[in-house]
């Protein structure tokens, strides 16, 4: 497969994966930290950081905006419940294995 076309899929795979999280708002980012060690923050931050790469500035919120969907202050609003007891604990666990 030549570059241009594993970019094009990686590209579009990219998508599908923000569209999906996007659609699944009852997936809580702890959730994701504790079973994948990413979340929606992760993707926007790293959204950042690739377009840093290429000399664009992007700043944090407007990045993460891009992976939300809307800002990010209006999802936690909208969707983020408190983490519970035992997400806090599964999440402090999952960071001793990184």
């Known amino acids: 497969m030549d570059t241009p076309t594993k970019e094009a899929l990686e590209a579009a795979v990219f998508r599908r994966l923000v569209s999906h999280l996007q659609k699944r708002t009852d997936v809580q980012n702890i959730d994701m930290m504790i079973t994948a060690g990413f979340c929606r923050n992760c993707l926007g931050d790293w959204f950042r950081e ?13 990045a993460r ?26 999440f402090a666990a999952s960071q001793k294995h990184s």
């Open 50 to 62: 690739a377009a840093g790469e290429k000399g664009i500035t992007l700043g944090k919120d407007e």
């Open 65 to 90: 905006e891009l992976v939300y969907g809307m800002p990010p202050e209006q999802w936690k609003a909208k969707y983020q419940k408190d983490a519970t007891p035992e997400q806090k604990a599964a």
